[in-house]
């Protein structure tokens, strides 16, 4: 079993960027697809972004294509998401997650293994 630990969410401007960062314990990165999620206020969570086990394929959801970039190092344990150009409506409280196998989904149900969560505040 893993254990997932985000860090890095707080208050940024619109426009700003962060880096958020999931550090896993008690099993090894490397043996698990990764996903990023978010919650809003009175919303669902939402898949953000997944990452196969050797960070070979990836999957972007729209709201985040060509603004986050999901990285991994396995070497290091540690998932990572760069968010730049940010706009208030990616307020949310962010999620890691990991799944057995290497292929990344888009339902929440698929994943095993969940963070606390970060909150990621965006002002206008």
């Known amino acids: 079993q893993v254990q997932l630990v985000e860090s890095g969410g707080g208050l940024v401007q619109a426009g700003g960027s962060l880096r958020l960062s999931c550090t896993a314990s008690?099993?090894?990165?490397?043996?698990?697809?990764m996903g990023w999620f978010r919650q809003a206020p009175g919303k669902e969570r939402e898949f953000v972004v997944g990452i196969t086990r050797s960070a070979g394929s990836t999957n972007y959801a729209d709201a985040g294509k060509g603004r986050f970039t999901i990285s991994r190092d396995n070497a290091k344990n540690t998932l990572y998401l760069q968010m730049s150009s940010l706009k208030p409506e990616d307020t949310a409280i962010y999620y890691c997650?990991?799944?057995?196998?290497?292929?990344?989904?888009?339902?929440?149900?698929?994943?095993?293994?969940w963070g606390q969560g970060t909150q990621v505040t965006v002002s206008s």
């Open positions: 997650a990991a799944r057995p196998g290497d292929n990344t989904i888009r339902s929440a149900s698929g994943y095993n293994y």
């Open positions: 008690g099993r090894t990165l490397s043996s698990y697809t």
